[in-house]
């Protein structure tokens, strides 16, 4: 060891012998603490949905004069209200109920999909109060202009005034940076570098979170759908395009790029003419199936993935054969992944979804043909519908900051 490294090292070993301290940057306040008390009393309020003092003392360890004096103070700010009396148990007087205030604001969630833009307007507990669809080729070309009209129209709709509104999620099929830049669209748009949240944030005056669509897919399915209580999950996101969604450790992984799951435009050797092969976006897609139908020979009425099973479903022939290569090229898409990622679970999910029933037997047989410990692969409930579900649990993250600077306030 040169003198320079020994001394080097010497140092490196005095560091880590000195006792750590805790940095403080600033000194906590009665007010740091009555706002950290009454936000976990507004959040045992939503957890329960109506609850008593005595159960928000119980949750939060608080003492009951301090709960009855937060609750005095969030009714006074319109974050909670009453819910009525107790009718519960025989013994003292019955307990006034309480629950939040969820109508207090609305966030909106958009799925601004490759053929249909589906928008839903909901109150601060995600229950829906209006919803809109309008065909993506009709908005594309001023995306920011016509999010922000469709905004406008739900507000209208749900007769709600459009100050009350708290913050916007939209995902979009494309790779997007941290503040919401369209980077790299799907082949089917031409939005790269569209600064979509900055546009329709000033728009709005409110805060707009723009994230890829298959990111918002998984982010529902691990909140309300098929990965509910899932550490580790793969979410495949199948129709006009397909995209995969990664659940790591209980959280939506996003990449270092946010740019995890953009599968479509990987391409597959020996699969056409051309020697650097076919993208997996002209393949496995509902695109891909029609064309696969039309090359077996199918000759039925194909507007979408659905017609190509319904044929199957009726002994169409070249249907039946569509859907089989389908399966299978799915399945081989499934096995690599799993082989990288090993998850508990696959989910599949889009609006491919509807028809898993089909697909399921084949692709455990070749999820079983090709990796060690094959996972259950299962069908999504959510279907077309959880990306808009997914945009607005990410809106609902926002509303979060804006409940805690009302209680701040």
Request: charge should be neutral; proline fraction near 4%; include cysteine.
């Amino acid at each position: 060891m040169t003198p320079g490294a020994k001394e080097h090292d010497e140092r490196h070993h005095l560091a880590a012998r000195r006792p750590r301290v805790a940095v403080v940057p600033f000194p906590l306040t009665h007010g740091h603490i009555r706002r950290a008390n009454a936000w976990a009393v507004l959040q045992a309020v939503r957890a329960t949905g109506t609850t008593s003092r005595t159960q928000i003392s119980e949750r939060t360890g608080l003492t009951g004069m301090s709960v009855h004096r937060l609750i005095a103070e969030l009714r006074r700010r319109g974050l909670v209200v009453p819910a009525g009396i107790s009718t519960g148990g025989a013994v003292g007087r019955p307990s006034s109920l309480f629950r939040f205030n969820a109508s207090i604001g609305h966030v909106v969630g958009v799925d601004v999909g490759n053929e249909t833009t589906r928008a839903v307007l909901a109150t601060l507990d995600g229950a829906p109060r209006a919803r809109r669809e309008r065909p993506t080729s009709e908005i594309e070309v001023d995306l920011g202009g016509n999010l922000r009209d469709l905004v406008r129209d739900l507000q209208r709709e749900a007769v709600v005034r459009a100050d009350a509104l708290v913050g916007v999620g939209v995902g979009v099929p494309a790779i997007t940076t941290v503040d919401g830049t369209i980077m790299r669209a799907s082949q089917h748009h031409v939005w790269d570098g569209l600064a979509l949240s900055g546009l329709l944030g000033s728009s709005l005056g409110r805060q707009v979170l723009v994230t890829q669509d298959d990111q918002l897919a998984t982010l529902a399915e691990l909140h309300r759908g098929a990965c509910v209580g899932v550490r580790n999950a793969l979410v495949l996101d199948i129709g006009k395009g397909i995209g995969v969604g990664i659940v790591a450790d209980g959280s939506v992984y996003a990449g270092v790029h946010s740019a995890a799951g953009r599968v479509a435009w990987i391409r597959v050797p020996g699969e056409g003419a051309v020697g650097d092969g076919v993208q997996l976006g002209s393949l496995v897609t509902a695109d891909g199936l029609i064309r696969d139908y039309r090359r077996f020979g199918g000759t039925s009425v194909a507007h979408g993935a659905i017609d190509v099973f319904r044929a199957d479903a009726a002994s169409d022939e070249a249907a039946t054969l569509a859907v089989d290569l389908f399966a299978d090229r799915l399945g081989w898409l499934i096995a690599v992944l799993v082989a990288v990622l090993d998850p508990e679970r696959v989910v599949i999910g889009g609006g491919i979804s509807g028809s898993f029933g089909r697909l399921s037997a084949r692709l455990a047989r070749r999820l079983g043909e090709s990796v060690a410990a094959p996972p259950p692969v299962v069908g999504s409930d959510l279907g077309p519908e959880a990306v808009v579900t997914g945009a607005i649990d990410a809106a609902l993250q926002i509303a979060d900051a804006w409940l805690q600077e009302r209680i701040g306030a």
